[in-house]
């Protein structure tokens, strides 16, 4: 069974970067065409997918966020994180981990086989 578990900071200033990470157990993020995805849910809006690392270690991003945002992974840990900079508090959100079957960038929850709990992350001075 593989599990996902994001973490890091709950608040984060405007125009600072929220950094979290996703510990993956239960499988490996290197095995054969897994991708492995960050999304999140603004309150009251629907799912919006941000990016994805796959296991190869290339990386997509959403268009609209591509300018600030960055994935990468350190296969020692099984883990791979995710950078979104220049924050404002529209970027306030759930934000979850996933694993994502293709073609990328789902915004239902049917995208997803595995994800975590989600991580409420709120940006305000």
């Known amino acids: 069974q593989v599990q996902l578990q994001e973490s890091g900071p709950g608040l984060v200033k405007p125009s600072q970067t929220l950094s979290l990470t996703c510990t993956v157990s239960?499988?490996?993020?290197?095995?054969?065409?897994?991708?492995w995805s960050w999304i999140r849910q603004p309150p009251g809006k629907e799912l919006e997918w941000m990016g994805a690392?796959?296991?190869?270690?290339?990386?997509y991003y959403s268009p609209s966020l591509k300018s600030r945002t960055s994935i990468s992974r350190d296969t020692s840990k099984n883990q791979f994180t995710l950078q979104l900079g220049s924050v404002t508090p529209e970027d306030t959100a759930v934000y979850y981990c996933?694993?994502?079957?293709?073609?990328?960038?789902?915004?239902?929850?049917?995208?997803?086989?595995?994800w975590g709990q989600g991580t409420q992350v709120t940006v305000s001075s």
């Open positions: 690392i796959s296991y190869r270690g290339s990386t």
């Open positions: 996933a694993r994502e079957g293709l073609p990328l960038g789902g915004t239902s929850w049917h995208n997803y086989d595995y």
């Open positions: 239960g499988g490996s993020i290197t095995a054969d065409y897994q991708y």
